[in-house]
């Protein structure tokens, strides 16, 4: 949905508050235009926010997309669709995406406002994650783990079972990106646990970027 050109101008100035929902397992959901862009928020996070979204976009550039031959990328947690977006207009990659999302909410709020805008075949599967990695036999070449529930991943995703099933699903010669938050000492001290005890077990060969307050763990070194 295009905003008029007076809110663009003004929004660099300013945050339109454009609408607010109750998801199905997001309490609270609300769309705001601000600096020219879409920006999803929860009560207490950012789950959206085009290339500001910048956990991702700086991954995106410190893995050096170009060096990888990747065609298939699956992303678990659509929000509106920031990992397509930048990946498709900021560093104009032609992938075919799989996206998983399980708030119909946010499936609404993604396709009113930002995904009639790209131009790369998506796919959209309206599921729980964990049964969708639990099942799925394909495998991609970039797999982008993105969920949270507000500020909090949900413990079924830290799990090594998930892990090893998500493991299963990323390419041999892919790359798996799963984001968590590493701003206050309490997110420092819980992603180091998850990723030192829990991560690198499944993964040997992990590594981390550390980017704007998140560390974006990665199944191997790059």
């Not at 100035?13 to 769309?31: D, S």
């Not at 990747?70 to 992938?95: A, H």
């Not at 119909?104 to 990695?133: G, M, Q, W």
């Not at 949900?154 to 390419?171: I, S, Y």
Request: charged share 25%; with cysteine.
């Amino acid at each position: 949905m295009q905003q008029p050109l007076w809110k663009h101008i003004a929004s660099y100035l300013t945050e339109f508050r454009i609408e607010a929902v109750e998801g199905q397992h997001n309490p609270y959901l609300e769309v705001v235009y601000s600096r020219g862009r879409y920006r999803l928020d929860t009560e207490n996070a950012i789950y959206s926010y085009e290339n500001l979204y910048t956990n991702f976009y700086y991954s995106f550039r410190q893995i050096k997309l170009h060096k990888h031959d990747f065609k298939n990328v699956l992303i678990l947690g659509l929000g509106l669709g920031s990992i397509p977006m930048m990946l498709e207009r900021d560093y104009q990659r032609e992938y075919h995406y799989t996206a998983v999302e399980i708030d119909e909410e946010v499936l609404y709020l993604a396709n009113k406002y930002t995904l009639h805008e790209l131009e790369s075949p998506i796919e959209i599967i309206c599921t729980d994650a964990r049964i969708f990695v639990e099942n799925c036999r394909e495998k991609y070449d970039l797999v982008c783990m993105d969920i949270f529930l507000d500020d909090v991943i949900p413990n079924e995703f830290e799990q090594t079972g998930f892990l090893e099933n998500l493991k299963t699903l990323v390419a041999p010669k892919g790359l798996l990106l799963y984001n968590r938050l590493f701003n206050t000492q309490e997110d420092k001290a819980i992603t180091e646990h998850f990723y030192e005890d829990i991560f690198c077990k499944t993964f040997p060969d992990a590594t981390y970027l550390n980017v704007d307050g998140n560390w974006m763990l990665l199944n191997r070194k790059i």
